[in-house]
T-cell receptor, first 111, second 115 residues
């Protein structure tokens, strides 16, 4: 079962930062936080993942709180193409455990 | 280009007619899996495979079969499809052994309609 809680929907103005929150209050010490997005029924696309340190790549930044009970995905300059459903997932890597996607946050970027 | 390829992308079939959805990955991933996505239910895992000749049931395996004879291929078989198997199907693959990154790569999906 999904171990994360996300708001069902959010809007963001084009060009502004989109901050997507995720609560994972029961996360265990060896579970990582992964973020994926799904654009209009296409296959989910990996964005970023982390354990406890903040992470940044070419797509986004991931901020994990010190107690690891929540995290925020930041898209620094949202574009219309970022309109998608964003999923926050906790998982132990290297175990073959499945990704539980939950219902995610539907982000709409507004022109 | 690293990718997971599913075929066909769209399929309409009749109840009881056996079908196979193919999945192939070119990244030498050990782990492959199948998901179905239905409105309001999210993605649910059907079967997964940790490596060649090793498969196991996910959360919703009834009515499906899989095989993993080669590392790159993981076909999904519906021996006798029924209308409740109408869904959007995704194949995914990833590494499982450290220190490789373990993010999953997904195919573009197969939209199956059983009438």
């Amino acid at each position: 079962d999904a171990k994360t809680t996300q708001p069902p929907s959010m809007d963001c103005a084009e060009g502004r930062a989109a901050n997507l929150p995720c609560n994972h209050s029961t996360i265990s010490g060896n579970e990582y936080v992964y973020w994926y997005r799904q654009i209009h029924s296409q296959g989910p696309q990996y964005i970023i993942h982390g354990l406890k340190n903040n992470e940044t790549n070419e797509m986004a930044s991931l901020i994990i709180t010190e107690d690891r009970k929540s995290s925020t995905l930041i898209l620094p300059h949202a574009t219309l193409r970022d309109t998608a459903v964003y999923y926050c997932i906790v998982r132990v890597p290297h175990t073959g455990n499945q990704f539980y996607f939950g219902t995610g946050t539907s982000l709409t970027v507004i022109p | 280009e690293a990718q997971v390829t599913q075929n066909p992308r769209y399929l309409i079939t009749v109840t009881g007619k056996k079908l196979t959805v193919t999945c192939s990955q070119n990244m030498n991933h050990e782990y492959m899996s199948w998901y179905r996505q239905d409105p309001g239910l999210g993605l649910r895992q059907i079967y997964y495979s940790m490596n060649v000749e090793v498969t196991d049931k996910g959360d919703v395996p009834e009515g499906y079969k899989v095989s993993r004879k080669e590392k790159r291929n993981f076909p999904l078989i519906l021996e006798s499809p029924s209308p409740n198997q109408t869904s959007l199907y995704f194949c995914a693959s990833s590494f499982t052994l450290p220190p490789r990154n373990t993010e999953a790569f997904f195919g573009q999906g197969t939209r199956l309609t059983v009438v």
